[in-house]
């Protein structure tokens, strides 16, 4: 007897269509759970249904390896065909699989979702019980497996055939199966080909008429036609072209009041007819897969014959590199912000590798930076390792690393072997642009890779040293710093820039680091820098709209702009709390602009009567000190920038104070994110800072350590605005 494929009835063209790719991510999540500890043959046999073609199904299985879940990628296999949640059901409980259909159906009846048991039974009839495998000779135990996998004992997620041999499992699995009508191979052919009549979900195509429209879908589709990138680009105007990379040439577009990039890839690049399918196809899934605040999402993408998009947020700060290098005449990158660029750069990797993929391609070209300058790490050329035994190196030889040499270690350009760490190098190279504002290749120069710059000095620092190898990279970080520390940033303090460039030294040394020691050499420097900026000589603050601490007991909050003049003054005499420790030295040459906002060579003397602004009309270049060198001010991440004040007086005066702080709280929802960020590191510094306070015997501010607690609680929604300033 032979398992049928579940027979599928066509869709009532009137019912509301709830897609498979619509559901929650935390329903997804749950679903993945329960299914992904299914045994394997309960699995497979599930994922039969979904994937007829068994060299996919098998490809999808090895991701297993990788610590992916594979019924999520079976779940976006099926997505971007547009498979219902009414035929996920169906199946789920066709299989018996009835804790994973409870994940749905609670998810449909808490949504208040409609899916009748009528309605059911139009879209998908059940597949019979006679149908399910008991023929092969080694069912009878599987069966048994069935059962448990539907209340499972706590170790049902072992299959009665040895993990070891997850092949021979998987095998044995697909070989006891029927083989229903084949699915389109790929995802290019099944999304421009009409279905196959008995194909299970039918997939997506703008000629195919019958297809539910994309205003059908619930929550828009990723998948767009021909017509919609068209008249977004306006027909791929040169107009609307706003770069060009590799393997696409990029569009600036819109659709709906958004502002996409859509990156149409360059058809005749490629090294084979197929390679365009294959890169496209991999970027799609992995894109799929990820879900990080510093990696660039893809909101789209459109296949037709000639034509592979893909479509993503367009992010009004453009590249790094670009940044970098003040094109458009941009101001140069403040500190903070390259130090938390640098840090989302590196997080976005370490997500990746722990994932199990490979990036291949990092370069300041690949950071694309948001409005608030959170860098986004963009994916062309992203792989995955490879699954065979062979290694975690899987051979690169696309014409997309041999551009990239400046990137990348001279051992890959040999070997073509890509791992965990030719990532790392190459996110040292990028560390060091952050750092230093030289191109990473100069044709001009001597040498003409930045790479090399660093590699001279860390040979130097070997040549030199006969210490141990952590003073190495410092020794060479201290030379790197002098040498090339980017003066157009301002001043760095001396530790961060040490703790910057040694990071950059573990990342290019020849035995590199892995990626976490990388960043946890760069958090460290960045606490260090924040709690500088908040406890210390702070002149424009750490790009947060927090307030400071003062050690002023009468402190009252004032609201008034100030004017340029004032903002300069208040830069100035920016205090730092009495008994603070010594200023640290600063590094970076006599800063061409001296009152250029950053961590000038303040007196170390303390202000008793300072108070705090948050000033949001305070944004514009010109008004902030040293704006010819300094942009932190003028950023979303510092838009309410702190200074120091004299006080305001009276209850009068507070109260506005308050409601302007309703205001500027309202706008700071928007900055959510960067705002709960600093709350934590706010209140791990004031600790700190109460600590070094309490010894200098110096009296705390209750009022300001109240709001600190306070903020916190607001941000945590335990107290609403109004109640933000109360004591
Ligand atoms: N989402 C985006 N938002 C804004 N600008 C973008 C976006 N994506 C790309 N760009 C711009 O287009 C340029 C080209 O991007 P693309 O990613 O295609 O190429 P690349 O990174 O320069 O090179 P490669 O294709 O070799 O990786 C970028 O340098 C950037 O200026």
Redesign the pocket.
Known sequence: MTLQQPPLAPRRASAPVLYVHSMPAWVLEDFCRKMDCLSDYDWMRFASYVITDQTELRKIKCLEKTGISITRELMWWWGVRLATVPQLLELLQGLQLYRAAQVILDWTSASNINISSSEKEELVAPPKQENTPVTAPENKPREREKETSVMPSPDSSHSTVSPAAPGAVSEGALYSLPSPPPPPRDLLTSLQSNPPVSSSVKPCSSSAPQQETMTDLPSGSLLWTHGEVTAATNGFSDKSR?????????Y?GQRNNTVY?I?RLKEMECTSPNSTQRFFHTEVQICFRCCHVNI?QLLGFSVETGLHCLI?????N??L??KLQCRDDSAPLTWEMRVSIAIGLIRAVEYLHNFGILHG?I?S??V?LDENFTP?L?H??LRLYSADKKSECAVMKTK?LQ??LTYLPEDFVRHGQLTAKVDVFSCGVVLAEILTGIKALDEGRHPMYLKDMIADEIQTAKESSYSKVKSIEKLAAKEICSKYLDRNAGHLLEEVAIDFASAICFCLRKKNSGIAEVLEIMETAENKLREHYICGSSISGFSMNTPEETDDETASVSTDVPSAGESRGASAQAAVPSGAAPCTALLGAPAPHTDCGQLSRVPCESDESTSFIWNPSDRSTDELPGSSCNNSGNTAASDYRIKQEKPANGLQERNAACAKREEVLAAAAAAQSTLQQTSAQLVSSCSSQVARETSWKIKINDKKKKLMENILLYEEDKLNSSELFES
């Not at 993503?312 to 009004?316: C, E, G, I, T």
């Open positions: 706003i770069g060009e990379g590799t393997f696409a040439d990029v600036k990039v990156k660039l993503y947020p367009y992010l009004p453009g590249s590199q670009n391609n370069k070209s690949n694309l986004k963009g062309s050329g997309v551009a990239s």
